[in-house]
């Protein structure tokens, strides 16, 4: 690999909660992007030494891996913005191809809006011609958020999400696309319009506790819904792999024609600066948890010219 993505769950599997069957020393990581070094038969067929791949497998996180030839993706070069869709942008452009119903108009709340997958959720909405709200926890995140097209940046740690949401849009949203869980996910619910859709894509402000969740208000939640005609939607991108490979396809010609921003952060803001090699990837999982990123955090694998292979 030459760069590996960071993603909130990355401390879910290392915990035990994906697979319990699973026991220590095993490897973690999700995602990577690098050059095959070596071919086995039936991959020479399609493979060439040095071609650029991406592949989403478990246990990413290493200088060198086993990647089976049939989930081996092909790029166009070894470029870190490729990462970021691998699994940010195919979460996003699936759930709400599945669950958003976007059409022109309709409104749109992000949580997280600056964050791996925000960012993604955001732009679709807009290509989609919705108008999007999104929150996030900085001024230069707002910044950043404002630059790729969101409608109304919601800076959380200045302003009261809530009374903006009932001032700027008292309707209500039609789509929510939520990754923060807690006090977030009772705001989201609040907003929703008649016939909304929430879609819970994690709750990341829970992961680092015991149970890996905070409380919800989930005993209104029934009233809230059937009050509303409203739905709430969990989606995991794993049990979506049918439609995972038309999703990155799109998602490549989208960047690849510059109708969308596909922001990666190397960590240059953080404590001791960018992240290189193995040793920094718990740095990263760290630094996404100060939620300082602006986009998906990614860790840069140096390649080593004397290789063993």
Known sequence: SRYVGINASDINFSSGRYDASVKPPFDIGFEGIGEVVALGLSASKNFTVGQPVAYVKSGSFAEYTVVPADIAIPVPLVNPEFLALLISGT????????????????????TAAAGGTGQFAVQLAKNAK??????????????????????????????????????????GVDVVYESIGGEMFDLSVNCLATKGHLIIIGFISGYQ????????????????LLRKSASVHGFFLTHYMSEY??????L?????????????????????????GLESIFRAVDYMYTGKNIGKIVVELPHLVNSKL
Do not use: R, W
Not at 91 to 110: D, H, N, P, Q, R
Not at 133 to 139: A, D, K, P, R
Not at 143 to 167: Q, R, T
Not at 252 to 276: A, M, P, T
């Open 130 to 171: 919705c108008y999007v709200v999104g929150t996030c926890s900085s001024e230069e995140k707002a910044g950043f958020l404002k630059s790729i097209g969101c409608d109304l940046p919601i800076n959380y740690k200045s302003e009261n999400v809530a009374s903006v949401m009932k001032k700027k849009i008292p309707e």
């Open 209 to 224: 506790t015991s149970s890996g969740m905070l409380p919800v208000k989930a005993g209104a939640l029934p009233a809230m």
């Open 91 to 110: 979460t996003a452009y699936i759930s709400l191809k599945e669950f958003g119903y976007l059409s022109e108009g309709k409104k749109v709340l992000v």
């Open 252 to 276: 490549v010609k989208l960047y690849q024609s510059g109708k969308l921003v596909c922001e990666v952060d190397h960590g240059e803001q953080s404590q001791e600066g960018k992240f290189i």
């Open 245 to 250: 490979k038309e999703a990155l396809i799109a």
